[in-house]
């Protein structure tokens, strides 16, 4: 008898896949690949039910010989492994970031005399509700608020973009590329202090109020997913900040990481060209363990950020530093650097791994910017925010933009390296 295998990553099963298993019937017996949780959230969508379960639904379902773990978006190894000789999939792979792992699938097929079969995708409003239903469960605060832990367990590296309204947040959400026949996406937003201080023409000084960053944080999260991660600056006082933690993990923010500063803060980049004092560890220690006292949940992580490379206090004090807020119950830690050589970032995350090998690690590669995200993760690092490149990127093509309307007095110009009207009022979903 033959073989026909089709790769599944859904959660629930509705009448497109049902149909999709009876089609497959006709040609042989069905072989269900689960598209492994790793493999998942840089594809498509994080799985709000872990593979195994999807393994037993998938086993559950007439008409379904055998389930195997699919654990790579790309079919190579799955179809090296079980030489079907059909591979049936919907058509509605044939365009978008998916047409690449098509067209490695029909090469593939070609060469072993296999058959693709191309089914009409099940598109109806009932399925297209169940879609946006899941969509919707994924922003809910409990699903939303775990995410980063969960993902931190399964990324080599957690990739981190800034967002500082919905637009932004649409953009770290939505962005996906397609690379050597794999996907990928970013996992994660960061509120910047500087880019929120920033949108709103204001310094990065703390002088944008909590109320305000949570306005931004609730626009973020009217319209995307992902987890967000809070640049809480200092934290404020200790008795603000464990109100503040209760009202962050309330909303299903997922992290927030606050500095070991105290009085006038400034932007990191600044180092010590301003005057910025770092608060002593033990009442900096005081305040992560306010905050622990304070949180309801497992899943809310504060992450202690280290500013003694930055104040130039040395690598022995950013270490000490490390431990004693690990020992107050810091769920991570951040280093950061303002130099563009990354030797004393590197160093510190060795050395800190060393002597802690679980706690999460986060740095903001901005000024190092040559380094990886594969070469950081080879040091112990889980966390890499990209902190600032959505703002830096953005604020120039408006200047230009404006700059040329005004010597061309018209638009005309500008024009045409502009997105188009019908781009942009299609750009966002409507319900
Ligand atoms: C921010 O994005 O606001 C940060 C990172 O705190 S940095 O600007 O490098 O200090
Ligand atoms: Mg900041």
């Not at 608020?145 to 500082?164: D, N, S, T, Y």
């Not at 960053?213 to 600056?233: A, Q, S, Y």
């Not at 990481?257 to 005081?286: C, P, R, V, Y």
């Not at 504060?302 to 950013?318: C, P, Q, T, V």
Request: proline letters at 3%.
């Amino acid at each position: 008898m033959k073989t026909v295998y089709t790769c599944f990553c859904t959660e629930v099963i509705h009448e497109g896949h049902r149909n999709l298993i009876r089609q497959a019937r006709r040609y042989g017996r069905v072989i269900v690949g689960a598209l492994s949780d790793r493999a998942l959230i840089r594809y498509n969508r994080f799985p709000t039910i872990p593979q195994e379960e999807r393994i037993r639904l998938y086993r559950s379902l007439e008409g379904v010989d055998s389930v195997v773990l699919q654990d790579d978006m790309l079919y190579g190894d799955v179809l090296s492994l079980i030489r079907p000789e059909y591979v049936i999939h919907g058509d509605n792979w044939k365009t978008g970031p998916e047409a690449a792992i098509r067209a490695r699938v029909i090469q593939q097929l070609e060469e072993a005399g296999g058959t693709l079969i191309e089914t009409p995708y099940t598109d109806n409003e009932r399925v297209r509700r169940l879609d946006r239903q899941l969509r919707e469960k994924l922003a809910m605060p409990e699903y939303r608020r775990k995410r980063l832990r969960q993902l931190i367990g399964m990324c080599p590296v957690v990739k981190v973009l800034e967002a500082h309204s919905g637009l932004t947040g649409l953009i770290a959400e939505k962005t996906v590329v397609e690379q050597n026949g794999r996907l990928d996406q970013f996992d994660a937003m960061w509120v910047s202090s500087l880019c929120d201080s920033t949108a709103k023409g204001k310094p990065d000084i703390e002088l944008v109020d909590m109320s305000s960053r949570l306005r931004t944080i609730d626009d973020i999260m009217e319209v995307t997913t992902k987890p967000i991660i809070l640049d809480g600056d200092t934290g404020g006082l200790a008795e603000h900040f464990m109100y503040n933690v209760r009202t962050l993990e309330r909303m299903g923010v997922s992290a927030v990481i606050i500095e070991d500063k105290k009085g006038l803060k400034k932007n990191s980049m600044f180092g010590t060209e301003a005057e910025q004092t770092q608060e002593d560890a033990a009442t900096f220690s005081a305040k992560i363990r306010a905050g622990k006292r304070a949180q309801l949940t497992d899943d809310f992580m504060i992450i202690a950020r280290i500013e003694s490379l930055i104040l130039e206090r040395g690598m022995e004090d950013a270490l000490y530093r490390a431990s004693a807020f690990v020992e107050a119950g810091a769920d991570g830690v951040m280093i950061h650097s303002r130099r563009k050589d990354p030797a004393e970032i590197l160093e510190f995350c060795d050395r800190f791994r060393a002597q802690d090998r679980a706690t999460p690690l986060v740095v903001v590669p901005t000024a190092f910017h040559d380094i990886t995200e594969e070469e950081l993760a080879a040091h112990g690092v889980n966390i890499v925010i990209y902190a600032n490149q959505l703002t830096r990127s953005a604020f120039p093509a408006m200047q230009r933009t404006a700059e040329q309307i005004l010597r061309c007095h018209r638009a005309k110009e500008a024009d045409e390296r502009l997105m188009s009207i019908q781009e942009i009022i299609t750009l966002i979903d409507e319900l």
